[in-house]
């Protein structure tokens, strides 16, 4: 024997030691098996040596340099920075990519193998890649942390360089630094599913560790023994055109008929070939090392031959057959996933995440394109359709769905040619024309390309299709056989046992239970050799003779060739009705074992093993068959055999016992069946063996998919939970583990309920409930601790996602097992008892027994219910923790930790398809906190996406969810009865096949069955209308399912809807809708549906009006209240199965029905624009809090509209700003030139043109927002208005400010004549002085007494000046009123009292106006009706009325003798004086405010400001209030007393004081020359002294223009400061930047903070003068104080700014001059001019024509300027407070334009930013006690201590008017009249702890004020008196957030 260099293991002297640990043999030959047994080794080196005669001993220096072929060949790939390659690398110490040659000497020295490392790290180019023969292990290196990416681009470049088919070779290693710890990458790599985990290994960079390289090399060696071929080529997996090689049908196994000796040759043939196959698998099946039969490397002789024991051309014939095959079906299956573009979903397995999307409809067309096979079948097979098994497929191109194409003869011209040729056994066809794709490998592709969860999936939709389900699943390539058992769990079966079969007596037992644990008989079939009988076939018949279970070869669609089925055990069940006619009267397992099971030897032994029957189809019985052994090993075993014989017509014959034969020749299949039939009837009523699915998992030799490392680890998460309640009574599971959601939660729901009908004290009511609700909570919380909640959360939290998705699933699964058996017990029983009740109500038995029954029948009903336990019961106890926590106010950080990620879990089960529940059924509850919280999860995972939400209505068990499941291919729970409680809400993704979209998901909502059976009566309807109302409000759509055709179901349900959809138009809500009548007999009559449609038509025009009563709506038929078309928006459906379950399939029409739904349904859908995910978030809270108040309409307050009306509100507020600013920059440019005379008229066109610049930017940015905004489908109702409001705002304003300019120059024409002396007396004062001067000019030199000499002659000046002038008297305004008065008959001694008191400055703020009446007839004060006192008061308060009263009457008694004022009344501790009605009160007060306006407006039209101030006017004002007065009276009750007449003359006198003093002052100054004369001495005085000091001209000229300057620049820099700081303040003084509301929070804060009771009366009783207080003071602490700084900055910018407009005009009025040579009148003239922007009084130039030099002047002035700059330097922003443009007014002008309505009942005022905002209605979030304004209990002095937000959710009633007769419920108040209608006053549960502080904080104080008690039902409740200032303020913020 030559030597060997290449085979074997030589001795080495290095590595002795290290040889020991590990043994590697490897050949490169690729067809031959390198795995050989280390004896083999041995004795191959004992032969070497013999012939060599002693053992060469080598080192790895010497086998280097020998030339050897490499034992093994590794590629390294990967990233290079996963590996550091140097000297002491192991592994690899070069970096060259292409070294062939060398082997490595590190490796060999390691472990004395010739192994070659070749370097192709970095993944080069294809064109890079080295030509390689092959490899035995591709290492593809990781560095640790980028592992997952790498992995994924490495596996990639391999596919891509050296073909598919390559992974069994890759060799994973994670690389990771000496201090780097990697355990984490294994379960990252876990989650690719190409990865597998005995293929991994871990070791650092550097790799020097030899025990690293070791173990590696180990696994290389196993990867490398389990691999066939064992070196990877690349040409045979690279061959793209032998892929594409068309497939011989004469290499695939075909049923066909034959000749009994082609039988025959055939079957020994098989046999043969069996045979063989039969020592391959013995072989697969054993691991390496341990084969019986050695697989030994083929060489060639220069290698050397090898000494086996037994024949290697045997063993090679084998192996090759063997390899051969394994190739065949290799190819075979690639090329059957290339057709069916299934290729990439092999390595990448599809999931139901593919599926779970909203695509097209399913198209029906025969037009499917056959890459798009797979994909259609999973669509239509998810819609149910169980025609989805065979998909006709379009052929070359479109023309073969239009024409068929058959083969043609040719013939020729001969008379016998054509009937040679119709004669002939064949027709020439083209054999290059390949055959459409076998149905079933079309499903059994898919089902290998799916992960378990879509096979899941799968398999469940093929059981409701009633389809055969695969048990054994041999791999397409390596034959290895798989049970998905996984793919069974979730399948329930139903069927009823007849014990008694025939007899009436016999009652069915129904049993309903996971077909995994189901114990049936299990009856399998086999066929041995091929017949030309179908044994699928004959298997439907006994199942289902109208269905095909089993596809077989006459099914629609079949061909001869088939790849995937061969070897394939399917799987289906028997499961009957209970009915007489039944085939067998229990559930039978029917197992077929697809091709000829003498090739599938291992399928068979195990269905033997398992079966209860075996049914064995052979051609023949002789001896000579092939299967003569098969049948004889199954003739003495002792299972039952039932054996069918093709070629015999014998009857059934019994040949011992339990055994069985039939002939099958000449008999028809049905007469087959029936005794098929009767022999498995007759074996199985004799004692046999059961089969249980999961039994299956026990099976030795198969793969159980559930025994995957993910599925496990989900299993034993699963299980922790399920032994915590494993063995207790499923009813109490509930009680004990999930206790938040029992008893606890259904008493919450209970109390807060009670919350919205309160009766009595309501408010103390109200907190005591709020308190139980409490309560309720914090028991929840030391509830929730719970270990198997604990353990549910943490495995959710802690496992990877298909960990966690399996988790769920055995979670399910597992307690889904557990409650069956009750489950099935229980509607056993109930069937049965209501049976009972029906039978006894039949013969109108009313005895005992009846109402026994009955008792029984509503336990049974309540044991039912509590018997339901799911994952949804889990999820909703996740929910009531989180709420439970929530609520509480107080949490720690350690509290925080597990409750608060609930809704981060849910969110993320949502997202990936998982149902939620949104109304808990059993509670009839929306949680609302839980809702809330996983929504904004959603969006923060997701983003605030838009989503189209489709609902469904319909009666209970109409098939609403299965209807949805097969539109959307949902998961929605299915069963009977009533299947969904409350409603849960599927988050579906649109897929990217539809566009044109404006939303990107479809949020479908599901629910439970209105008119259910488990509600009786009234609480049926009222729960089906809340249920109704909440759903279609919810839904952009709602889908109203209709089932049957029984009238009076259908009325119910479309009264509930109508009544539903009118809602939602009152409340300007339109969803659309659609009707779905299922169940309908004959949809395919087009007449009938028009009579239908028509009938329905009408049926919604009645309900329309009928609940247009109720709902109190002008509508005369339903398309009034919703867009409906009869013909476009109703649809029929056949019912749903085809026969009568549990055996019928689903019907081919309802799926084609479900298809043209969705068609519909997306064509509505594409035309909306859905709604954001927040939008949903709040319209979900709005629904159900107002659907709690029974009166929806009313109470229902769209959150989001208003959250969208108040940011509107906003920018209203800053576009009208922006137009007020504008307009008073305009006014105060005009203002100086009327001031100067420049201007004598103002035009409206001029202002409109000055405005609009400003005007357009802001329509154009208003229709921006209008037309962009994310919100824009809401904002579109209010466009019009707004657009509207602005035209308004902008017209009003600038007439109002032509008005005040109008003004400005009347009163400059009034003072003509004052000017003109003015100019006179300045030139005579001017050169009085210059006289003056000239003489005293050498004479006084001390400053002092030239002041002296110069104030010695001014007094005469000024007489000698007004000589003909009449002084200007002062007025008294105050004494003017007392002479009015008194000459109007007032006594003095009132008018003394009245003003030394000084009470009647506060008059419309009094508390108590009894002391200012005097009844008439001295009669006793009726109780007139108070609005907050229902009709019929309590007996136990009469006593206290009658007290009360007689107290008042005694106390008016006392006032009229004189002996109590009415200031000074004393009463009882509990009484008061006369409880005067609230109602006269507010009549009084309201009249003292229209008197003062109407007073004030009186003055303000008289011309003070121009003429003057005139007495007369008073008296004009006191006989208006005397006649007012005299008015008010008539009609009354009571007169009003002197002192009143006198304090509100008084009071009108107050409020107009101020203006008639500032008017008289303005005209005072415009007019009287003395006044004039007075503020001109000391610039006259300057004058003087610059004369006296020798001053030329034009130095006094420029003193005397500077000084004028200075006061027109003082007067613009103050002016343009007010609007810049009013600006600054608008725009970020939180305060004012908002809106309306936001004002009113501050101002409410600011008197809280305060804490003082006047300012809060002032606010209560006159709210616009006390927010005009608070912008007062917020503009003066912010000028003065808290932004003082920034105020000063301002000044000083517009003080440089009007400088520098002087300095200007000074150079260009001097250049212009100089250059035309003008005069010193030429230069004032354009110096005025110029000064455009200042009220500049010009000079008379008549004493200064002297001057020439006007660049001397200019520098005089110029001086002066300098001086005036550091003045306005200096200047105080309190001069700003006194010019004529104020900050404070401007912006009380701009922000109390706005709505003062108050609301009817408590006297808040409306928060609307528009001054008229109809038809929007008046609201306000600070709704307070009706007492805080002193509204009492009518005859009573009991203050009213309830919010009109709580009344409104009561069940109290009030009177509209004092004088009401009739009551009206709150909840109705809308009807009282306009006052109450024009109000939006909603229910609210909130605290509103604002002023319920404020109610115990001023207790005394109100009860001084109003002089009544807190007492009674009055009194304040004690929760109220816990809140502190900080929370009062606190929810302020709350109101305002909604």
Same mark, same amino acid.
């Given at each position: ?93 070069? $970096? ?13 020295? +390691? ?10 790290? !970095? ?170 039969? *050695? ?16 024949? !290697? ?37 599809? %999931? ?28 239509? +097979? ?102 998905? +058992? ?134 023949? +019985? ?168 604990? %353990? ?31 489950? %099935? ?25 009846? *109402? ?128 969904? *409680? ?237 137009? /007020? ?50 919100? *824009? ?234 003429? !003057? ?218 110096? #005025? ?7 500049? $009084? ?33 200047? #105080? ?6 010019? /004529? ?81 009739? /009551? ?75």
């Amino acid at each position: 024997m030559e030597e060997n260099k290449e085979g074997e293991s030589e001795t080495k002297s290095v590595t002795s030691v290290t040889n020991d640990k590990v043994h590697l043999e490897s050949n490169d030959d690729t067809k031959s098996d390198p795995v050989n047994d280390p004896h083999d080794a041995q004795h191959s080196e004992k032969n070497e040596s013999s012939t060599e005669g002693e053992a060469e001993t080598k080192t790895a220096s010497e086998a280097s340099d020998d030339k050897v072929i490499p034992k093994l060949k590794l590629v390294l790939i990967g990233d290079t920075n996963s590996i550091e390659i140097g000297s002491k690398n192991i592994l690899i110490d070069h $970096d060259k990519q292409t070294n062939m040659e060398q082997f490595s000497s590190k490796l060999y020295d +390691l472990c004395g193998q010739h192994i070659c490392v070749i370097n192709m790290l !970095g993944l080069p180019n294809a064109d890079q890649i080295p030509s390689i023969q092959a490899v035995h292990a591709f290492i593809l290196l990781l560095p640790n942390g980028l592992h997952s990416s790498q992995y994924r681009s490495g596996i990639q470049w391999l596919e891509k360089g050296f073909g598919k088919g390559n992974l069994s070779y890759v060799m994973t290693v994670v690389t990771h630094k000496s201090d780097e710890s990697c355990e984490s990458a294994l379960a990252d790599l876990k989650a690719e599913s190409s990865f597998s985990e005995k293929r991994y290994h871990t070791c650092t960079r550097r790799m020097v560790d030899e025990n690293e390289i070791i173990s590696l090399l180990e696994k290389i060696h196993v990867m490398v023994s389990e691999n066939n071929p064992q070196c990877y080529n690349r040409q045979i997996f690279e061959n793209v055109e032998e892929q594409k090689e068309q497939l011989d049908p004469k290499n695939h196994k075909e049923e066909r008929v034959t000749t009994a000796e082609e039988m025959k040759t055939g079957t020994e043939i098989k046999s043969k070939e069996h045979d063989g196959a039969e020592r391959s698998e013995k072989n697969d099946d054993n691991t390496p090392g341990q084969s019986e039969i *050695k697989s030994v490397p083929h060489e060639t002789k220069e290698k050397g031959t090898f000494n086996m024991e037994i024949s !290697g051309k045997e063993i090679k014939q084998t192996r090759d057959i063997s390899e051969e095959n394994r190739k065949k079906r290799h190819k075979e299956t690639e090329m059957l996933l290339s057709r069916l573009h299934l290729q990439d979903k092999c390595p990448h397995k599809m %999931s139901p995440a593919d599926f779970l999307k909203i695509g097209p409809p399913v198209r029906q067309s025969n037009d499917t394109l056959e890459k798009d096979l797979a994909h259609t079948f999973l669509q239509r +097979l998810m819609t149910l359709d169980h025609r989805a098994r065979y998909i006709p497929v379009l052929q070359d191109g479109s023309e073969a769905s239009h024409s068929e194409s058959f083969p043609t003869s040719d013939t020729v011209d001969a008379d016998d040619g054509d009937l040679d040729a119709l004669f002939a056994t064949s027709v020439d066809i083209d054999q290059s024309k390949q055959a459409h794709v076998h149905p079933m490998d079309v499903q059994m592709a898919v089902f290998h390309c799916s992960n378990s969860f879509l096979k899941q999936n799968m398999i469940t939709k093929l059981s409701q299709c009633q389809y055969a389900l695969p048990l054994l699943v041999p791999d397409p390539i390596t034959m290895d056989i798989e049970c998905p +058992l996984w793919t069974f769990r979730q399948l329930t079966k139903t069927w009823k046992i007849t014990s008694n079969q025939g007899k009436e007596d016999s009652k069915p037992i129904m049993k309903s239970m996971p077909i995994c644990k189901a114990e049936t008989p299990l009856v399998s079939f086999f066929r041995l050799g091929s017949l030309s009988q179908s044994k699928s076939q004959l298997m439907n018949t006994l199942i289902n003779n109208r269905h095909s279970a089993f596809f077989h070869r006459n099914c629609p669609g079949s061909t001869k060739s088939r790849h995937l089925m061969d070897g394939v055990a399917q799987i289906a069940w028997y499961c009957p009705a209970g009915t007489p006619n039944e085939s067998f009267n229990d559930c039978i397992a029917f197992c077929n074992l697809h091709g000829d099971s003498l090739s599938t030897e291992k399928q068979r032994e195990i269905l033997t093993e398992k079966s209860s029957v075996i049914v064995v189809l052979v051609p023949t +019985l002789e001896k000579s068959h092939g299967s003569s052994a098969v049948i004889s090993t199954l003739y003495r075993s002792p299972k039952p055999l039932i054996i069918l014989i093709a070629d015999s017509d014998c009857g059934a014959s019994q040949m011992k016992a339990q055994k069985y034969k039939l002939g099958l020749k000449d008999r028809s299949q049905a007469d087959v069946s029936e005794e098929l039939k009767g022999i498995i009837r007759k074996i199985l009523s004799a004692p046999h063996k059961s089969f249980q699915l999961e039994s299956m998992a026990e099976v030795s030799g198969i793969r159980v998919d559930e025994d995957g490392t993910d599925c496990q680890k989900g299993k034993s998460a699963a299980m922790e939970i399920v032994k915590l309640i494993q063995g207790m009574d499923v009813s109490k599971i509930k009680d004990e583990f999930l206790p938040c959601q029992g008893q606890l939660w259904h008493e919450w729901c209970r109390i807060n309920k009670e919350l919205y009908h309160l009766k009595g004290h309501i408010e103390k009511e109200k907190g005591q409930k709020e308190k139980q609700l409490m309560h309720i909570r914090q028991e929840q919380c030391a509830a929730s601790n719970s270990k198997l909640m604990k %353990s549910f959360t943490e495995s959710l939290v802690g496992l990877p996602p298909t960990d966690k998705e399996y988790f769920l699933k055995w979670t399910q699964i597992l307690i889904d097992g557990l409650s069956t058996d009750d489950l %099935s017990s229980i509607l056993q029983n109930y069937d049965e008892t209501w049976s009972e009740v029906l039978t006894l109500k039949k013969k109108h038995d009313k005895s005992a027994l009846l *109402k026994d029954k009955q008792t029984k029948l509503e336990q049974l009903s309540k044991k039912l219910q509590s018997a339901t336990f799911g994952l949804e019961h889990i999820f909703r106890e996740m929910g009531q923790i989180y709420e439970a926590h929530k609520s509480q106010k107080e949490q720690t950080h350690s509290q925080q930790a597990d409750w608060v990620k609930y809704p981060e879990l849910a969110a993320d089960l949502m997202i990936s398809g998982h149902p939620m529940e949104l109304m808990d059924g059993d509670a009839g509850q929306v949680p609302l906190m839980w809702i809330s919280s996983l929504l904004q999860e959603v969006i923060k995972k997701l983003g605030d996406k838009r989503v189209f939400v489709l609902s469904v209505l319909g009666v209970q068990s109409s098939g609403k969810s299965t209807m949805l499941n097969a539109m959307f291919g949902l998961q929605f729970a299915v069963s009977a009865g009533r299947c969904t *409680k409350g409603a849960y809400m599927q988050l579906v993704k649109l897929s990217e096949e539809l566009k044109g979209f404006q939303f990107d998901y479809v949020l479908v909502v599901d629910t439970e069955g209105l008119r259910a059976l488990e509600l009786a009566g009234n609480a049926t309807l009222h729960h089906d209308n809340e249920l109704a109302t909440f759903v279609v409000g919810l839904g952009n759509m709602t889908l109203i399912n209709i089932f049957g055709e029984n009238p009076a179901d259908m009325q119910d349900v479309l009264q509930i809807v109508v009544q539903a959809f009118m809602r939602m138009k009152k409340v300007k809500l339109s969803p659309s809708c659609v009707f779905v009548h299922q169940n309908v007999t004959d949809i395919a009559a087009a007449e009938k549906n028009m009579d239908g449609k028509r009938r329905l038509q009408e049926k919604l025009d009645k309900m329309a009006q009928l609940a247009a009563k109720e709902e109190v709506c002008d509508v005369e038929c339903f398309s009034d209240v919703i867009a409906f078309d009869v013909q476009e928006d109703v649809k029929y459906f056949a019912q749903l199965w085809e026969g009568s379950p549990p055996m019928a399939p689903p019907n081919p029409g309802y799926s084609e029905s479900v298809q043209e739904l969705k068609k519909t349904i997306l064509s509505k859908a594409s035309k909306s624009a859905g709604i954001t995910l927040s939008h949903l978030n709040s319209k979900i809270q709005d629904l159900w809090k107002a659907l709690m108040n029974e009166q929806f309409v009313f109470s229902f307050k769209n959150t989001q509209e208003i959250a969208v009306y108040r940011k509107l509100e906003v920018l209203y507020g800053n576009w009208t700003w922006d137009l /007020r600013k504008e307009m008073l920059t305009i006014e105060n440019q005009l203002y100086p030139r009327i001031e100067k005379g420049q201007l004598d008229k103002v035009e409206l066109s001029y202002l409109s043109k000055e405005m609009s610049k400003t005007y357009e930017e802001i329509q154009k940015n208003m229709t921006a927002y209008f037309e962009d905004h994310s919100d *824009k489908e809401i904002l579109v109702q209010w466009r019009g208005r707004f657009e509207n409001k602005i035209k308004e705002f902008h017209e009003e304003h600038f007439r109002g400010v032509k008005r005040k300019l109008d003004e400005v120059i009347q009163q400059k024409n009034a003072r003509k004549k004052m000017d003109n002396k003015k100019v006179e007396f300045e030139t005579k004062l001017l050169q009085k002085s210059k006289e003056l001067a000239h003489t005293l000019k050498d004479v006084v030199k001390d400053e002092g007494e030239l002041k002296a000499q110069f104030d010695s002659v001014w007094s005469h000046w000024v007489t000698e000046l007004t000589s003909d002038t009449k002084p200007f008297e002062d007025i008294n305004v105050e004494e003017d009123q007392s002479v009015v008065l008194r000459d109007l008959g007032t006594e003095w001694s009132l008018i003394s009292e009245s003003k030394r008191k000084g009470r009647y400055k506060k008059l419309s703020e009094v508390g108590n106006y009894f002391g200012y009446i005097t009844q008439k007839k001295c009669q006793e004060l009726d109780s007139e009706s108070q609005q907050y006192q229902e009709s019929k008061r309590e007996t136990k308060d009469t006593s206290r009325q009658g007290k009360g009263v007689m107290a008042s009457a005694f106390g008016y008694f006392k006032q009229m003798i004189g002996i109590a004022s009415p200031a000074q009344q004393n009463v009882e501790p509990n009484e008061s004086r006369n409880p005067f009605p609230h109602e006269e009160q507010k009549m009084i007060r309201s009249f003292i405010n229209d008197v003062e306006q109407q007073s004030l407006e009186t003055i303000k039209n008289k011309p003070v400001a121009t003429r !003057g101030y005139r007495s007369t006017y008073l008296q004009e004002v006191a006989k208006h209030v005397q006649k007012k007065v005299t008015e008010f009276e008539s009609g009354k009750k009571f007169t009003f007393k002197k002192e009143f007449t006198v304090d509100l003359s008084l009071y009108v006198f107050d409020r107009t004081a101020s203006w008639l003093l500032q008017s008289h002052n303005t005209f005072k100054h415009n007019n009287d020359a003395l006044t004039y004369l007075d503020s001109k001495k000391k610039e006259y005085y300057n004058i003087f002294r610059s004369y006296c000091k020798g001053n030329s001209s034009a130095s006094v000229f420029g003193e005397m223009i500077c000084e004028k300057l200075k006061v027109s620049v003082h007067e613009a820099v103050c002016n343009k400061t007010a609007v810049d700081l009013a600006g600054e303040m608008r725009c970020n003084y939180p305060a004012f930047s908002g809106n309306r509301l936001n004002l009113e929070k501050h101002v409410l804060t600011s008197l809280a903070e305060k804490a003082e009771f006047s300012r809060f009366i002032t606010y209560i009783q006159n709210p616009r003068r006390q927010v005009e207080a608070f912008i007062k003071e917020e503009v003066k602490k912010y000028m003065f104080t808290d932004h003082k700084d920034k105020g000063l900055k301002i000044l000083k910018k517009n003080a440089d700014d009007i400088s520098k407009l002087a300095s200007q005009a000074l150079y260009e009025a001097t250049e212009k001059v100089k250059k035309k040579s003008g005069d010193v009148d030429m230069w004032m003239k354009e110096f #005025s001019a110029l000064l455009n922007k200042l009220a500049f $009084d010009t000079i008379c130039c008549k004493n200064f024509r002297d001057i020439n030099n006007f660049d001397f002047l200019k520098e005089e002035i110029e001086k002066g300027l300098v001086c005036i700059v550091k003045e306005m330097s200096r200047l #105080s922003l309190e001069m700003v407070q006194e010019c /004529r443009q104020k900050p404070d007014q401007i912006l009380i002008d701009q922000l109390c334009n706005c709505c003062w309505e108050r609301c009817p009942f408590c006297a808040a005022v409306c928060i609307n930013t528009l001054k008229d905002h109809s038809p929007e209605k008046h609201n306000v979030p600070f709704h307070r006690p009706s007492g805080v304004e002193g509204w009492h209990t009518r005859g009573t002095v009991d203050l009213v201590i309830d919010f009109c937000t709580t009344l409104v959710g009561s069940d109290r009633y009030f009177r509209p008017n004092h004088d009401s007769e009739g /009551r009206i419920a709150y909840k109705q108040y809308p009807t009282a009249g306009e006052r109450y209608a024009s109000w939006r006053i909603t229910a609210d549960a909130s605290m509103l702890a604002y002023w319920k502080w404020f109610v115990c904080h001023f207790q005394k104080e109100l009860e001084d004020h109003y002089d009544l008690k807190f007492q009674g039902r009055g009194e304040i409740p004690s929760e109220w008196r816990n809140y502190t200032k900080k929370e009062a303020i606190e929810s302020l913020d709350e109101m305002c957030r909604l």
